[in-house]
Each structure stands twice: as structure tokens, then as C-alpha cells.
């Protein structure tokens, strides 16, 4: 595995609107998964060669150390710019190091992956939820998954993603679906959504979190346009986003209101939490004002 230097680990969040996250870490530059829609490819993060994974050199000391310095602990997040469960993960295991490092200097976590492999970490996760907060998500934006395969081609298939989640459910974990990004014309349909919602309350999720639309910037638009063309041949649905989209960053999908609609009601019925403050309150709940202040 190619490694990469880095100077620093840990970064302080703006807020905690993002999960609850007081800090993120990425461990890993690049994500092999190949899903189309990715805004991490956009240019303005200038990341040369997404695809190819590369580790951060020294990460996991660099990290010790700045967890140590820390006078309050607070949830470290990651999942935001690459997955922390890319297939290096399986034997470089610095995701799971990471993890046995928030939990010996008591920090929480939040993690967002695409990847069945983390239910492999469920007793690292069990560990830190002794002391701290934990929010344990996967990504889901196809029930199907023959859709799955075709818009995040290189990564586990909806089905494996649930059963990893219903391992981590089972220990008793908090767990969640996270519905983003949903895309028009190809995976916003009523069927889709509802499929996803009974889905997560059948794997012992306690949360689904949708966007109903995508974000689309430069670089990654041209991406995604050119792997539309791939993966869904003669459909036009590159042309049918740039007519309808243009140069526009958010992206909602024209059903986006009457979406909301039936999946707030279908989450409600079945005792699921979708609203971000509400999936912050339940997963901290119980661990203390204590714990949960920081600068």
C-alpha cells in the first residue's frame, strides 16, 4: 500500500451539526469504491487520483498523540471524504487501531462506511460505548441490489451492508441508515425509499437520515455524467441532468417534497428517528453533560 505524509490527524469540526462530531479523522487519502455520484471528487479538494487509496504515513502515532493532548474528549467522526472500510482496511487495519485509540483515551465515534467490514470492529465499538457516545451508519441509496451494483459498483451490496449493521445492532449498538445522496430519475421512487426505510428497522436500526437529491461541482459533475453514459446505456440520463440541473449544486429530485412525505410518515410508524437533531439527541442520550462538553 502507497503511503502519503501527514503533518496532523485530528481536525476540530466548525460545529457538531454533522452526527454530533466534535473532530473528523481520515486515516486514508483516495476511495477505490468507484461510486458515481462521489462529491469527494470534486476539484475543489484537490485529491490527484481519487480512486487509488493511499495510507497516511505515521497516522496512527501522529493521532495517539494529539488524542493525548486533548483536555475534553468529544465524538471523532469519520467517513466524511473516504471510506475508513476501503478493502486495504481488511489488513491494514488502521481504522480499527484508531478506533482502540479513541476508546483508550475516551473519545467517542462516529462512523460512516459503505463497507460490510465494519461489523468486524463491533467489539471496539462495544468498548467505547461503555464510556462514550457511538453511531455506527451505513450508507443506503438502492434497496436493490442490481441498482447497488451499478452506482457504487466496487463496494458491498445493500444486503451486506444490512446484515453488517444487524451485527452491530444485535450487540446493541446504535445504528443507522444514511440515505444519501438519492438520485433523481434512477433511485427516487416511493418503492425505493420505503424498501430502504423497512430495511433499516428490520436490521435493528434506530435511525434513517435521507437527502433527496445530490450535490454536483466541478470535477465531479464530469464524472458522473461520463458514468452514467457507462452504466446505464442509451438512457439519456446524462443530458436529462444537464438540462435539468445545469450548473446547480443542490440537485433535488423533482419528487423531493412528496418523498419527505411518505418517508417522515413510513419513520414515524415504525419508531424511527430521521431529523439530525433528533439522531444526535438519541445517540448521546445518557452519557451526561459531562462527557458531551467541549470548547
Excluded at 116 to 141: G, K, N, Y
Excluded at 161 to 175: I, V
Excluded at 181 to 198: K, M, S
Amino acid at each position: 500500500m502507497k503511503t502519503i505524509p501527514a503533518k496532523t490527524i485530528l481536525h476540530k469540526n466548525k460545529s457538531a451539526d454533522w452526527f454530533g462530531s466534535d473532530y473528523n479523522i481520515n486515516l486514508y487519502k483516495g476511495c477505490c469504491h468507484g461510486c458515481l455520484y462521489c462529491d469527494s471528487r470534486s476539484d475543489c479538494y484537490q485529491i490527484e487520483n481519487f480512486s487509488a487509496v493511499r495510507a497516511k504515513e505515521n497516522c496512527l502515532e501522529i493521532l495517539r498523540d494529539e488524542l493525548r493532548r486533548k483536555v475534553r474528549t468529544g465524538i471523532v467522526g469519520t467517513g466524511a471524504m473516504c471510506d475508513p472500510y476501503s478493502p486495504f482496511e481488511e489488513t491494514e487495519q488502521l481504522t480499527r487501531h484508531a478506533m482502540e485509540l479513541l476508546n483508550a483515551f475516551g473519545f467517542g465515534a462516529h462512523v460512516l462506511t459503505k463497507s460490510s467490514l465494519i461489523a468486524r470492529d463491533a467489539d471496539v465499538f462495544s468498548d467505547i460505548a461503555e464510556h462514550s457516545p457511538v453511531l455506527c451508519q451505513v450508507t443506503v441509496t438502492a434497496a436493490e441490489d442490481s441498482l447497488s451494483a451499478l452506482v457504487e459498483p466496487n463496494v458491498s451490496r445493500t444486503s451486506e451492508r444490512l446484515n453488517a449493521l444487524a451485527k452491530l445492532s444485535e450487540k446493541g449498538l446504535f445504528t443507522g441508515v444514511v440515505m444519501t445522496p438519492l438520485l433523481p430519475f434512477i433511485e427516487d421512487t416511493e418503492e425505493n425509499v420505503l424498501a430502504i426505510v423497512r430495511m433499516a428497522k428490520e436490521c435493528g436500526a434506530r435511525s434513517v437520515y435521507p437527502m433527496f437529491g445530490l450535490t454536483m461541482r466541478s470535477g465531479q459533475r464530469e464524472y458522473f455524467y461520463q458514468k452514467l453514459e457507462e452504466k446505464f446505456p442509451g438512457s439519456g440520463l446524462a443530458e436529462r441532468y444537464a438540462k435539468t440541473y445545469g450548473e446547480r449544486y443542490m440537485c433535488w429530485s423533482p419528487h423531493a417534497k412528496r418523498l419527505w412525505k411518505i418517508f417522515s410518515e413510513e419513520c414515524q410508524r415504525l419508531g424511527l428517528v430521521y431529523e439530525m437533531r433528533d439522531i444526535i439527541a438519541s445517540y448521546k442520550l445518557g452519557y451526561g453533560d459531562g462527557q458531551l462538553s467541549f470548547f
